[in-house]
């Protein structure tokens, strides 16, 4: 179903990167998430990587680099869970690195990544708004210090106490945009959506977006037809090579069930080609098995 662009909210993957498109937020909502001063970003919204054609490619919501370089931020608004969301981090945090290190830079020149994810589900039971991971080491606990920190935040969580108001509004105004601005950010967060949604560059871009997205799944639908068909049709080919091999075996004798078996379960075309030949020339279904 095709999107309205004046329905769309903060939890929207293109408004999210639409609004974040300006480094001020960008940077004040990465201030709020690390608990850190940040100096100045810059930000790549909707950035597309893909190194070799065999390669998976990523389109990362957000991406932003600190001045300097030291640091990488992509930022992502995930409003379904799904069962590949922690590989999905360990990804972009390659990703991110394979894009930063020029050629002949030492490996210490990486800058930190941070991949966050704003969550609109409850990342796990216990429903904390912040889940923070880095690597340790599981026999003595040291961290491992290798720059990648995976961070998941969560609009259903309920441990007020143990993160700042301002993430907690934040969270709460992503799972609820249409509810009132609760303070300065996220006030001027709805002044943002409110100038994109009456922009036609950016209404452009939205139907630019949906036009491509809408043409990739017809392409991927009609490959996937394409290739029904093509099944369907090996697979008929395959049912009546067995069913030709059964009668003539049939016409020689009884076949014995695990005989019988072994032909159904065969997929092999040119194998059930053989039996067909093997099956016209035996005396009977024990010579058949012989043949085989």
């Known amino acids: 179903m095709q999107r309205n662009f004046q329905n769309l909210t903060i939890k929207d993957a293109f408004m999210f990167a639409a609004v974040m498109s300006d480094e001020n937020q960008c940077r004040k909502l990465l201030e709020l998430i690390l608990e850190t001063k940040i100096l100045h970003v810059t930000v790549i919204t909707e950035k597309t990587m893909s190194y070799h054609p065999d390669y998976h490619g990523v389109r990362l919501d957000v991406l932003a680099e600190e001045e300097g370089g030291h640091r990488r931020f992509n930022v992502e608004m995930q409003v379904k869970q799904t069962p590949d969301l ?14 930063a290190l020029l050629s002949g830079e030492p490996y210490d020149a990486l800058p930190d990544t941070y991949v966050i994810f704003i969550c609109d589900f409850a990342w796990m039971p216990d429903q904390l ?55 300065g950010f996220i006030a001027g967060l709805d002044r943002r959506i409110q100038r994109i949604k009456s922009s036609r560059d950016w209404e452009a871009r939205f139907m630019r977006l949906e036009i491509e997205l809408t043409n990739k799944w017809r392409q991927g639908h009609q490959e996937g037809r394409r290739e ?54 035996v005396e009977s279904p024990e010579d058949f098995r012989k043949a085989m």
């Open 129 to 183: 708004y912040r889940y923070t991971y880095e690597m340790v080491c599981q026999e003595n606990g040291a961290p491992l210090n290798q720059g990648q920190k995976t961070i998941f935040l969560s609009t259903k969580g309920c441990n007020d106490e143990a993160v700042s108001d301002a993430l907690v509004d934040f969270l709460r105004y992503v799972g609820q945009p249409d509810q009132p601005a609760r303070d």
């Open 86 to 99: 922690a590989w999905r981090s360990r990804y972009y945090h390659s990703q991110l690195d394979m894009d």
């Open 228 to 281: 029904g068909r093509r099944e369907g049709r090996r697979e008929g080919r395959q049912e009546a090579l067995k069913e030709s091999v059964l009668e003539l075996l049939e016409s020689k004798g009884e076949i014995p069930e695990d005989l019988r078996s072994m032909i159904e379960g065969q997929t092999d075309e040119t194998m059930l080609k053989q039996w067909l030949i093997a099956a016209g020339e």
